[in-house]
């Protein structure tokens, strides 16, 4: 298993209609890594992720998750959950009406053969999700605690804890940081790294080279559908980082320029 | 009805915990209310008689506001219950008159109203009409039906009384006690538990509070409407066979009157106007408070024209209340006031 990517992507493209989102992209994402997807808007990185997860079919080339070749045909987020890959997007993970109780299991909650919730038993995992994988600490919020009432960050912390209660080896975490305080971005980065320790492996995908150069193991860079980088982190400084972008988006305007 | 609270030294946490039990302001607010009428109309509220009668006139529109209680926790709406309640009361009655069947006269009018559901929530969620409009169309296209297929004609079947079925649902315990009243508080536990101890019940949460997280926690919301819509017709076909035995007769313009009283005990109830939570035991006290303040205000001597004003009033505030209760930002004059005490 060790060895075994958990998703291999092969010369993978996707286009709808004419316009083309994704251009012979072929990465691996391994066991216990975090890997930082770097790109504009309109790089492709969504429609990566939604080929990566299952959520959509590519085009051409070929998705294998741990050595197997996915059947897009019938392909649902269940099935997702049963790869054991979960996706945290950025604002629709949870109900924020609804208790942590509740969002900590919704979609697959602990139920009986009627199908009536073990409410006890759910807040009692719930609690120990919250003390022990993420780590909650904050005063007055307890399984009870509607959504709402907790931070941008401790909001990521349980959509994350979640993913990792439920065994995914591979969380991706679409923008996880946007809008968020500075003492509220510094939370979701240990939820990060706490994916790691947990032997798990995570895909970032971040507009803040910062924040990605400071977590992630690997980075990758989408431009335009097209994979340009793929490398260690460690083998680029975040300066020598910042300039291969910049020179990314110089390289695209002047050729913009030159097309019009 | 909810989790037990655990005990608090100070009096401000005490009552803030009653305040967060499902319907307890609501509670509060009916037993003022009946205190009210003791003083304005004490002939009539002091003794045990009146009481009786709301037992006996509320199960009806309570079992519907229950449907629709469910209905409005997935973010949605449902107006036709008029209609089912005629479709089932003239499928009861025909039934019973033709061949003289009670129980299975009564099975059949639950499909029917059960059908007509279903097909409610066929077309809220294939054709994507919202359902406040799409079953607003159907309240008529029922009720048309029904007035066509009826011959537009009434039934009377006074022989319906002294029946076991009738005897069962409708008669009166120990000659006082209406047994409908019995069926109906079954029922609210039951959709209690639906609500806030079934997957069903969660899965109209969170539709109801998202639909996009909804569907990206893997729940299927076209499947669960289509349920929800054919439980909502289901509850009001029960309604309707209910009342037909209450009143021993069928016309069909017999839910009309349901319309209005329904719809505002749901949300008296505290049942949220925007989806995502609702109070089952607030809609059972806010379906008894409806028609108190009916009874009471005419009770008290004010002409009966003005009932229907309180109501309104009543609803509004209400609602109003609620929501400021849930969040004060969606209530812009409940903004604008903050805004202006905050810069003081």
Known sequence: ?260 | MQEKVAPTKTGPGLIRKFFQLDGASIALVFVLLILIFMITAPKAFLGYRVYMSFMATVPPPLIIALGVTLVAVAGEMDLSFPSIVAAASFVFGILFKQWDVTWLALLCAIAVGAGMGLVNGLVVTLLGIPSLIATLAMLFLWGGLVTVLSGGIQLAIPDIYGTTMHTMMVGRIGGVFPAQMIWALLISAFIWLLLNRHRFGENLLFIGDNLEVARVVGINATREKIKLFTLSGALAALAGVLLTLETTAYFSSQGMGYLLTVIAAVFIGGTSIFGGSGKVVGTVFAAFIVTVIEAGLVASGIQGFWTRFFIGLVFILSVTANAIIEDPDKVPLARMLRARMSKH
């Open chain 1, 1 to 260: 298993m060790a060895d075994q990517p958990i998703v291999r992507l092969k010369n993978v493209g996707k286009s709808y209609g004419p316009v083309v989102s994704l251009r012979d992209v072929s990465l691996e994402i391994g066991s216990n890594e975090i890997v930082g997807l770097i790109g504009d808007n309109g790089a492709g990185k969504s429609t990566l992720i939604k080929i990566m997860t299952g959520v959509e079919s590519p085009t051409s080339g070929e998705v294998f998750i741990r050595g197997e070749r996915v059947d897009f045909s019938n392909y649902s987020v269940k099935r997702a959950h049963e790869l054991r890959i979960e996706t945290v997007y950025q604002t629709s993970s949870l109900g924020i009406k609804q208790p942590l109780w509740r969002n900590f299991f919704v979609g697959r909650p602990l139920t009986n053969f009627l199908g009536f919730i073990k409410v006890r038993e759910q807040k009692r995992i719930s609690e120990q999700i919250m003390r022990e994988t993420i780590g909650f600490r904050s005063a007055g919020i307890d399984v009870d605690t509607p959504v709402g009432r907790l931070s941008g960050g401790e909001r990521q912390g349980v959509a994350i804890g979640r993913a990792m209660h439920f065994d995914s080896d591979l969380i991706v975490l679409d923008e996880p940081t946007v809008a968020l305080a500075l003492s509220e971005v510094e939370k979701v980065l240990n939820f990060i790294r706490s994916i790691k320790e947990n032997g798990r492996s995570c895909i970032y995908i971040e507009h803040n080279i910062h924040h990605v150069h400071a977590v992630c193991d690997r980075l990758i860079v989408l431009d335009r559908g097209q994979l340009v980088l793929d490398c260690e982190t460690k083998s680029m400084s975040y300066t020598e980082l910042v300039d291969f972008l910049r020179d990314l988006h110089f390289r695209d305007d002047q050729e913009t320029k030159i097309a019009s």
